[in-house]
């Protein structure tokens, strides 16, 4: 029985005001939404498993919150319950929040079973062996762990300032007390090498690294000569008649170039393979350019300009090559610019598939593109190997961006000489020193400290 309360005014002209006792009783918090939805299928293991009510709720000490029947962990944010699910692969997951295990600020608990089912996505299964011939033992322990950690860790990656140094894995180093677990070295003066300014034979600077257990890669920004006979460089299309189609025909001046610079760059690389160094190689990179992008898009660099077959002629003439010439210390990545399938110059010539990325801080498109290329590729591993000015690697992770490793470009200015003031400054073109503070605090981030002996 409701229970009438009335006051009465005397007052003119007279009246009367009465309430009900349940017009005093606080509702009980209600949900609003789940997260995965109930029924979702091909869910991230990385995905954020949570309630969300319609208001500030608490959980109680006993909660009882279950995933698949057994009680997990899980804290309350604001209006939202954050559940401890530790997901895995290919599983059907049930959750259950119990009636009574949150409450409201008014200390009203909850009134319903809150019950919700997914399935997280089928395990990658990613390539078992390296495309190289007879591959070196530390080549297959460098790819073997990577394929171990892919998925739930990711590893962090510095590039050379211009060439051949680890300034930026240094610059990192000073600001946070934590290397990056990979440094890329890039090939880029190989028309100026040897010089007492250059020498790609002087290994020591990759030797250092690898010996504090740190995973070597190199890229090679490949200059060709503006015009036959000439004797200044460039990578870019439009300052060469250098021709891509025609890199791989005999006969051609184009294709003396390509025989005298892959001899060149072999000799260098076989001295890493003779000490023992495995290299991560990612050549070609970024060929489409914007090709697929928009009308007028274009390549970036000579080696796309002439469209995809081209591009891949050349990239299997230089795998044939360095093959001959017994590379196989080598981890083929290549890269792509997404819609380029056509530029893929297939499963037997590539090991692991990169995506470059800069000026973009949505986490959640950067996912979206993640998971575009693993379905595009589901047997290889997918890397961010180049980024710049992008949402913080947490963001990315937590919303399903994958990938095997990340690489921030250079700061010229900030790393080009670690004795200048510029050095101690934490601001950087492509990933201040709180970017990487985010990066190395995260649980699933691989530092050069964390790294095993793959030797």
């Not at 934590?178 to 990759?206: C, E, F, G, R």
């Not at 070609?284 to 000579?302: C, M, Q, R, T, V």
Request: glycine share 6%.
């Amino acid at each position: 029985m409701i229970k009438r309360i009335c006051i009465l005014f005397w007052a003119f002209p007279l009246f009367v005001y009465c309430s009900n006792d349940s017009e005093e009783k606080k509702p009980p918090p209600v949900v609003e939404s789940t997260s995965p939805v109930d029924g979702a299928v091909d869910v991230n293991v990385s995905a954020e498993v949570s309630v969300t009510f319609d208001e500030v709720v608490e959980l109680v000490e006993n909660h009882g919150i279950s995933v698949n029947s057994k009680q997990v962990a899980a804290d309350a944010s604001f209006k939202k319950i954050l559940i401890d699910a530790a997901l895995e692969y290919g599983t059907q997951y049930e959750v259950t929040v119990p009636a009574g295990a949150v409450v409201n600020t008014f200390g009203i608990p909850s009134e319903h079973d809150i019950t919700f089912s997914f399935t997280t996505r089928p395990p990658v299964e990613i390539t078992s062996d390296l495309v190289v011939s007879n591959p070196t033992p530390e080549a297959k322990n460098v790819y073997n762990f990577l394929k171990e950690n892919y998925g739930s860790k990711i590893i962090s990656g510095a590039i050379a300032n211009v060439s051949w140094n680890i300034n930026e894995a240094e610059w990192v180093y000073s600001h946070t007390g934590k290397y990056p677990a990979m440094n890329t070295y890039d090939y880029i003066h190989l028309n100026w090498a040897p010089d007492n300014w250059i020498d790609y034979s002087d290994t020591q600077v990759v030797e250092d690294w690898w010996a504090n257990n740190g995973l070597v890669g190199a890229c090679w920004h490949w200059n060709v000569p503006l015009s036959e006979g000439a004797s200044e460089y460039t990578y870019r299309p439009e300052e060469t008649t250098f021709h891509a189609a025609n890199a791989t025909i005999d006969g051609t001046w184009e294709n003396d170039i390509v025989k005298a610079d892959l001899e060149e760059i072999a000799g260098y690389l076989n001295l890493l393979k003779n000490k023992n160094i495995p290299v991560i190689w990612r050549p070609l990179h970024e060929a489409a350019g914007n090709i697929y992008e928009y009308d007028g898009g274009k390549a970036w660099f000579w080696w796309g300009a002439d469209g995809a077959q081209a591009f891949k002629n050349l990239w299997v003439y230089m795998f044939e090559y360095f093959e001959q010439q017994g590379l196989n210390n080598l981890i083929w990545v290549w890269t792509t610019q997404a819609k380029d399938d056509e530029f893929y110059p297939g499963d037997e010539y590539v090991d692991i598939v990169g995506r470059d990325i800069y000026n973009n801080n949505d986490a959640d498109d950067i996912a979206s593109q993640f998971e575009a290329i693993q379905d595009a590729y589901p047997t290889k591993m997918v890397t961010l190997s180049e980024m710049g000015s992008v949402a913080k690697i947490s963001d990315q992770w937590n919303n399903g961006a994958l990938w095997s490793w990340f690489m921030p470009w250079y700061d010229y200015e900030r790393t080009n000489n670690p004795g200048d003031t510029d050095f101690s400054e934490t601001n950087h073109t492509h990933a201040a020193i709180s970017w990487w503070e985010d990066a190395v605090s995260h649980e699933a981030v691989i530092t050069r400290d964390e790294m095993p002996d793959l030797k």
